[in-house]
């Protein structure tokens, strides 16, 4: 059960299993949680770790139920809690990442065979799930402890994050003509102050989710995975070059949209995700551009600031389709 | 025997929700609470009733060209009936069920029954089928919003269970609840008749 090949062939044999594959991808996620510890303190541990035990005690007793062998030291379920932790507020109560890692592990995995045969990532059903059940909670985020972004017009004790100020803004802006001039003199100087803050966005020092808030880490870890081959360049590529190239278009700064928000945790480690992405070449670069669009229609046109999770999702069910038409010809066929 | 079979076919081994996958618009819409749930049941159990009842008589009169509209006409007139009686009697319910009840009027389980069951069978046959699938319809609808009610809401029948701490789980109010619920429970279903079959064979 632990050999399961999904690349398109030819197949070269190699003793990498799935146990360290994931065993490598958990550790390059550990220093952005460490970051989100020393930025957001010590209940970011005990979110992360509540969801991992959470998710490998639902995989256990699903299994156990189902008559299933059990795979819970496979590694898989210790990655979905802490995918799902690293999508969460950094101040939710406990219960929000255990009932979360649950739904992840049973209703977007177990349910349809397990590992392998979920046709979305789990971590991101959690997500979705927490997200419409308790709005409140998933959307109210902590200021940092430490290196607050100083931004005028951001409320440094709930410390809403980047992208939703940049909503708000947009906003304003875009509905100039009814405000007041001050309000309009502010927006624009809130959002000349967001477009310069690159380096505080690209080391990690605003709020927002445990795992995202660092681009470099998250960087860093990405780069370990392509050097290991255990995630390919397409994706992440594909799609954090769209959102780039988009928001040029649409004159707004790319490099704001690039760093700021989950963009580098989804297009980094939940896009890339083996069971739920294509396994073509021009099926993973479609993969992309798709989630790139769908990420900045969200960000700029849809009802939540931040539209990374939701563009995964959507297209993850895509991705059969993407195979499917994207298959390359036999060769002299 | 077999009256006994008409009647228990349509509760358990035909169950219109859980095994004819039949009348599932209404299930996902209606089934918020548990209030919904029993008024949409009794509606439907009403208007089965009656349309099984009219059908079989005129069944030998009916041409069997036109008797889709002739069957429809029949239904409409008692759905009518009932969504007329109900914002006379009960506004509130009529009013959290809506577009619901002029729905039943399209609602495959009853037009099913008038085709499958009471343009061939007799009168008194036709109204066993018609209580058997309309409890079975209404028991599905309550089950489901029985789960759906005390996880979204935090009640069942409208009376609280749990203390002010507790948080519901908004999303088994919302459509993608009514979809999860009703998945799990056919899967659970599935999954117990598998486990018979194979402990029998």
Known sequence: MNQRFISASPHIHDNLNIQKIMVTVIITLIPAGAWAIYLFGLQVLWITLTAIVSAVLTEFVCQKIMKRPVSILDGSAVLTGLLLAYNLPPDVPLWIPAVGSLVAVFIGKQIFGGLGFNPMNPALIGRAFLMASWPVHMTVFDAPLRNNMPVSGIDSVTGATPLAVFKHMREILIHKSDLLPEQVTQAQQTMAELNGAYMKLFIGQVGGCIGEVSALLLFLGGCYLLYHHIISWKIPVAYIGTVMILTTILGENPLFHALSGGLFLGAIYMATDMVTSPVTFRGRLLFGVGCGILTVVIRFWGGYPEGVSYSILLMNLVTPLLDKYTRPKVFGG | ?201
């Not at chain 2, 009219?54 to 060209?65: C, E, G, Y």
């Not at chain 2, 069957?71 to 959290?96: E, W």
């Not at chain 2, 069920?97 to 008194?124: M, T």
């Not at chain 2, 409890?135 to 759906?148: S, W």
């Open chain 2, 1 to 201: 025997m077999s009256f006994k079979k008409d009647l228990i076919k349509g509760i358990f081994q035909e169950n219109p929700v859980f095994r004819l996958m039949l009348g599932l618009c209404p299930v996902l819409a209606t089934s918020t609470s548990v209030q919904n749930a029993l008024g949409m049941g009794s509606a439907v159990i009403f208007v089965l009733l009656c349309s099984n009842i009219i059908v079989s008589l005129v069944r030998n009169w009916v041409p069997a060209k036109i008797r889709i509209p002739i069957y429809i006409s029949i239904i409409a007139t008692f759905v009518t009936i009932v969504d007329l009686v109900m914002a006379g009697y009960l506004p509130d319910l009529h009013k959290s069920l809506g577009l619901f009840i002029p729905l039943i009027v399209v609602n495959c389980i009853i037009l099913g029954r008038a085709e499958a069951f009471a343009g061939k069978n007799g009168v008194f046959r036709s109204i066993l089928d018609a209580l058997g699938m309309g409890i079975g319809f209404t028991l599905a609808l309550t089950i489901i919003a029985t789960f759906r009610e005390i996880l979204g809401n935090g009640t069942w029948m409208g009376v609280p269970l749990f203390g002010p701490s507790f948080e519901p789980v908004l999303l088994m109010i919302l459509s993608p609840g009514a979809f999860i619920t009703i998945g799990l429970l056919i899967g659970l279903l599935n999954w117990t008749d598998h486990a018979r079959k194979i402990r029998h064979s």
